[in-house]
């Protein structure tokens, strides 16, 4: 059975003091693909319009 690294929700929260860089991170990246992924789709429905 494998071993976790963390025993509680609190210590994935806190990662040892590091874990407000890590969400802050997290959070920034997924801002950045939801944003890319908003723009590509808008961008691939114009086009669309374009070419018919």
Same mark, same amino acid.
């Given at each position: 059975?494998?071993?976790?690294?963390f025993s509680s929700i609190s210590?994935?929260?806190?990662?040892?003091?590091?874990? @407000?860089?890590?969400?802050?991170? *997290?959070?920034? /990246?997924? @801002?950045?693909?939801?944003?890319? *992924?908003?723009? /590509?789709?808008?961008?691939?429905?114009?086009?669309?319009?374009?070419?018919?």
């Amino acid at each position: 059975m494998s071993k976790f690294a963390f025993s509680s929700i609190s210590d994935v929260m806190n990662m040892d003091g590091h874990g @407000i860089y890590v969400w802050i991170v *997290f959070a920034l /990246f997924f @801002i950045a693909l939801s944003t890319s *992924f908003f723009i /590509f789709n808008l961008l691939i429905k114009k086009y669309q319009k374009r070419i018919k």
